[in-house]
C-alpha cells in the first residue's frame, strides 16, 4: 500500500506542548506541520518553509500571539512567504478586545478555546478554499491600476505599489466593481472576517493608507473614494 504525501503544509505557532495534539490530528489528515515555539521563531520558519496557512496561539504570554501575526502580514515582494496566507488564531482568553486586535494585525479569523478539532480543520480548510479562489482568476483592471491575484502584486501604470495583506484585501475588493459603493459592514466581513459591525475604525484607517499609497503612486490622483454614512468605492463617479 503506497502512503500518500502530505498535501498542505500549516505553521503551528505556540507552545510545542500545547501543540503537539492539535499537530498530531493535522498530520493524520495528510498535513505536513511545522511548529515555531515563539515569535521568535516565526520569521525563520515562514522563510524556508512558506506554507499554505498559519495557526496562531494568541494567548502567549507578552503579546506573543499578535506579534507572530504581524510577522506573517508583515512579508514584502522581497520575501519568500506569500504575506496574504490564511491565518487562523485561536483564543481561550475570553477578552473581545484580543480577539479585535487579532483580526486588526491580519489573522483572517480567531476560534476560542476549548474547541473540537473537526471545526478547526473546516475553518481551515475553507480558509484554504477562498484564499485558492481568491487568486486564481489572474488580473483585475481598473484604469491604470493592475492587480496581479496570482503574485499578489500591485502597480500602476507598471509602477509597483507595496501594500499590506490587509490593504491588499481592501482594494481587491473594492476593485471587483470600482465605481458600487461597498459598505463598511460588507468590507470587515469579507476582508477582516468579521461577524458583526462593532465598533472599530479599521476600515477606515486602511482606506485611508490605502488612498495615500495609490495616491503618491499615481500623481495624486484620487482612489478609494470615502461615500460618508455608506462606505467606500475605488474609482469617484467623475474618475
Known amino acids: 500500500m ?3 504525501a502530505p498535501h498542505r503544509s500549516v505553521l503551528l505557532v505556540g507552545p510545542r506542548p500545547a501543540s503537539g495534539s492539535l499537530a498530531a490530528d493535522l498530520e493524520a489528515d495528510r498535513f505536513e506541520v511545522m511548529l515555531a515555539a515563539d515569535p521568535g ?3 525563520g520558519m515562514l522563510s524556508t518553509a512558506c506554507p499554505s496557512a498559519v495557526i496562531v496561539d ?7 500571539g499578535l506579534e507572530a501575526v504581524g510577522l506573517v502580514r508583515e512579508g514584502g515582494p522581497e520575501d519568500p512567504w506569500d504575506a496574504a496566507i490564511p491565518v487562523l488564531g485561536v483564543s481561550g482568553a ?7 486586535r487579532a483580526l486588526e494585525r491580519g489573522a483572517d479569523e480567531v476560534v476560542g478555546t476549548p474547541f473540537a478539532y473537526v471545526e478547526i480543520l473546516a475553518r481551515l480548510r475553507a480558509l484554504m478554499r477562498r484564499a485558492d479562489g481568491e487568486w486564481s482568476a489572474g488580473l483585475l483592471r481598473v484604469d491604470d491600476i493592475v492587480i496581479d491575484r ?3 502584486r500591485v502597480t500602476i501604470s507598471d ?4 501594500l499590506s495583506a490587509k490593504e491588499l484585501g481592501l482594494l481587491t475588493a473594492l476593485a471587483r466593481d470600482p465605481r458600487r459603493v461597498v459598505s463598511k459592514q460588507e468590507l470587515l466581513r469579507d476582508v477582516w472576517g468579521y461577524k458583526s459591525m462593532g465598533r472599530t475604525r479599521t476600515v477606515d484607517s486602511h482606506a485611508s493608507r490605502l488612498r495615500r499609497k495609490l495616491a503618491e503612486a499615481s500623481g495624486g490622483r484620487r482612489y478609494v473614494v470615502n461615500v460618508w454614512g455608506l462606505g467606500y468605492r475605488l474609482v469617484a463617479d467623475d474618475a
Open 58 to 64: 494568541l494567548d502567549m504570554p507578552a503579546a506573543g
Open 94 to 100: 475570553g477578552e473581545p478586545h484580543r480577539v479585535v
Open 150 to 152: 496570482r503574485s499578489r
Open 41 to 43: 521563531e516565526v520569521k
Open 2 to 4: 503506497t502512503t500518500q
Open 159 to 162: 509602477e509597483p505599489v507595496v
